[in-house]
């Protein structure tokens, strides 16, 4: 492929609890219950100033913000030129507006729906903490964020949600798209959500460690298999909001394939329990040039 084009350097993975948004928003970091969580993140944080890309495509899901039970797309890429800070409450986060990139975001669009992949192309759009705490986790408080953001959600909310399957393989769609962009962009994909967690039900509360951990460490050296997981052992294994890890394997599918003999290095891992409810997972993979 010609220097020419874009490609994909590195992908971050992380929860996106949205308790973590408020504790920093709030001057709360440094309590004894979100240091530990916090701390995890410090040597990320150098990472993302050290290896600050042209643009990040941020893969997670909406909370019934944007979209609703009235109308919920698998795939919705944002093609905006900025992105609000949504009201999920309790008013909109004290974070930066999140500024598109609308020409690399419609070429995707083009490309992937050519290799026949379904996306529903939003023009306007509010982002919640399944966005904004993963850039807050990566970059602190800054007055703007560090660089465009493509918006892309996932609907793990209403069921049937998209399988790991087909995540994995709209992740190497998605690469395909960005490698024949002819602007010679550094880009980044993100993929968010999870670990293990149930907020109701009679489960509510689960948290499952040694599942999340197996979960890493298939990310990193098996994700073809990985892929091949039903969603009823997400649900059972990682509660009904665990189901939320498919969108890893979309960031994982635009890495370098291990199969393929090119592995990515592992730049980051961290795994801390809990957050609120939830099992904070992390990781950043760089493809080896
Ligand atoms: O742990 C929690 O409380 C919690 C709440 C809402 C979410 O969307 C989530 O991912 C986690």
């Known amino acids: 492929m010609s220097t020419q084009h874009a490609k994909i350097s590195a992908s971050v993975y992380t929860s996106h609890v949205p308790a973590i948004g408020a504790a920093l928003d709030l001057g709360k ?12 993140y410090e040597a990320s944080k150098t990472w993302m100033k050290e290896n600050t890309p042209d643009v990040i495509f941020l893969v ?19 093609c905006a030129e900025r992105f609000q800070p949504a009201d999920e409450g309790w008013g909109p ?37 399944g966005l904004t705490v993963p850039l807050s986790l990566m970059c602190g408080q800054p007055q703007a964020w560090p660089c465009p953001v493509i918006p892309f959600a996932v609907n793990v909310v209403q069921y049937p949600a998209p399988s790991g399957h087909r995540c994995f393989e709209l ?28 907020l109701q039900g009679a489960r509510a509360g ?23 997981m039903p969603h009823i052992d997400y649900v059972r294994e990682a509660g009904s909001e665990g189901i939320e890890l498919v969108m890893w394997l979309i960031a994982r ?26 099992a904070v997972g992390h990781l950043i993979l760089e493809n080896q040039p």
């Open 93 to 129: 986060r004290p974070v930066p507006v999140v500024q598109g990139h609308p020409e690399l975001a419609a070429h995707i669009a083009q490309s992937v729906i050519q290799q026949d992949f379904d996306l529903t192309i939003v023009n306007k759009m509010d982002v919640d903490h």
């Open 171 to 198: 992740g190497k769609a998605i690469r395909r798209a960005i490698e024949s962009y002819d602007t010679p962009l550094n880009v980044q994909i993100w993929g968010t959500g999870g670990m293990s967690h149930q």
């Open 29 to 40: 970091s440094q309590e004894p219950y979100w240091q530990p969580v916090f701390a995890g």
């Open 206 to 228: 689960l948290i499952n460690p040694e599942f999340d951990n197996a979960f890493l460490d298939q990310l990193i050296s098996d994700p073809q298999n990985l892929a091949k």
């Open 253 to 278: 599918g635009a890495m370098d394939d291990v199969a393929g003999g090119k592995a990515p290095r592992v730049a980051e891992r961290f795994y801390h329990v809990p957050a609120s409810n939830t």
């Open 60 to 78: 997670y899901n909406d909370h019934a913000t944007a979209f609703s039970l009235e109308m919920i797309p698998t795939f919705a890429i944002g």
